[in-house]
């Protein structure tokens, strides 16, 4: 429900007169889909430098540059909230990074576990989705992007002091009802009994129950981030 | 992340002893897909009649007869919620309609305002989308379906007492802190501001924020389901 400017991500640092090329697809959409001129305003963020006014100063089929003007936005640090979840199919992984995305995810990890439907990512399309969700949504940051690891091994990297909500169907777990810096998430054919006793060993693992219906594990995920990010 | 029997919707009467024919589709699954032979046990249920242990006594390539034994749930009332929304894109309404019946909705209102994708909806595909969301999720009962009608018509016949939670970005409103028996969604176009006046002017309806990011009207549906019904 973005009514405003169009809002680009470049990679490029941003401050006053600093010029950004865009990438050849944005180039593209400035140009042949928005109709977009040399002069005309744009919105810019790159994760690190704020959100910025800036001007088309150089348009072409495929190539485009802009300049920044003036900082919109200073750069916030958004409340940690990572999801930490099994890879899925892939119209159901894609929905989940771009959801977590608008959902104020700070970082995104992907698990193996024994009934995940793949042990492969594509970081980079997780990037891109969701520096498109970014774009769309209004973050000045993006999500961080881990590579996948087993479980276990996730679960002995964090930190001891930080709670992670792990959404456990027909556990009797209670529903959320306070912060934590992450939520767990598992596959389609949930955890196993040997990943249920692994998990109970670590006691930043609070158990929580996203009531009483039986969700799929992409709207777990949805649902669990919407309900963190409103405490 | 359901590993128990095959749920399957019936629409037909169902207590000891019922016999429930399965559509062509459903013979098909429980079949070729599943596997399943005469004598296997299934779930049913039909929204009306509570959920029922049932056995296969009959089974084709294109037919199946399934005969209901012991009440395993008896039918429930959900608390109310409804969700209105502006009709989207094929693919995010199919979506809103998926993950609205997993996060229990219980009536799905279309409404139609200057900046809907479309006038047009397919109940009979949104029923299809929600009884199978419903098999999924473990329901007992399905929402219920109702045409679209303009946005002012909807307002206009709504019970004044029912508050309803209306998604409004970037209105300075508060989070969603307290029960509703619904939940109103614009499209992606957003409210028009004739369309915020009139909403403005019935009481029932409390402005909402779902956080500082402006979040793609199929997001603000799933994530204010997600908070509307863990109260």
């Excluded at 930490?84 to 193996?112: C, M, N, S, Y």
């Excluded at 999500?143 to 456990?168: N, S, Y």
């Amino acid at each position: 429900m973005n009514h405003g400017s169009i809002r680009l991500f470049v990679e490029s640092d941003l401050g006053e007169g600093a010029e950004a090329p865009a990438t050849s697809l944005q180039a593209h959409y400035l140009g042949a889909v928005m109709r977009r001129s040399v002069g005309d305003p744009i919105i810019l963020f790159n994760g690190r430098d704020g959100e910025w006014l800036a001007h088309i100063v150089e348009l072409r089929r495929d190539r485009a540059t802009l300049r920044a003007s003036t900082l919109l936005r200073p750069q916030t640090v958004e409340r940690e909230l990572a999801l930490i979840f099994a890879p899925l199919k892939r119209d159901a992984t894609d929905l989940v990074v771009q959801k977590a995305t608008e959902l104020g995810a700070t970082a995104i990890h992907p698990v193996l576990t024994a009934h995940s439907n793949t042990q492969r990512v594509n970081l980079d399309r997780f990037r891109s989705i969701a520096i498109e969700a970014a774009e769309q949504c209004e973050r000045v940051d993006l999500p961080t992007m881990h590579t996948p690891v087993p479980l276990q091994q996730f679960l002995d990297g964090w930190p001891v002091g930080k709670p992670v909500a792990a959404c456990l169907e027909r556990s009797g777990a209670a529903p959320i009802q306070a912060v934590a810096a992450g939520l767990i998430v598992g596959p389609e054919g949930g955890f196993t009994v040997t990943e249920l006793d692994v998990m109970r060993r670590h006691s930043f693992l609070i158990p929580v129950s996203l009531g009483p219906r039986i969700l799929r594990a992409e709207t777990a995920a949805i649902a669990g981030l919407a309900l963190l990010q409103s405490y």
